[in-house]
């Protein structure tokens, strides 16, 4: 499976793994989205920076990431 296979498409659940990933980098690392945009398009994932706001928008900043679970 490729790296562009694994990216969810619009409007679809997340993937609880890259959920947690981007919650943490966001709020424990304070890395803004636009930062974890570039840092994925390297790694060969485009994920618009509006998709990444969707999936920190699923949880709640005071949520713990465990409990995130996609939209």
Do not use: N
């Amino acid at each position: 499976m490729s790296k562009t296979e694994l990216a969810p498409a619009p409007k679809r659940r997340s993937y609880p793994k890259a959920l947690k990933a981007q919650i943490v980098a966001k709020f424990t690392d304070h890395l803004p989205l636009y930062r974890q945009e570039g840092i994925l398009a390297r790694a060969g994932l485009q994920l618009p920076r509006s998709t990444l706001g969707e999936w920190v928008g699923v949880c709640e900043p005071s949520r713990s990431p465990k409990r995130c679970t996609g939209g």
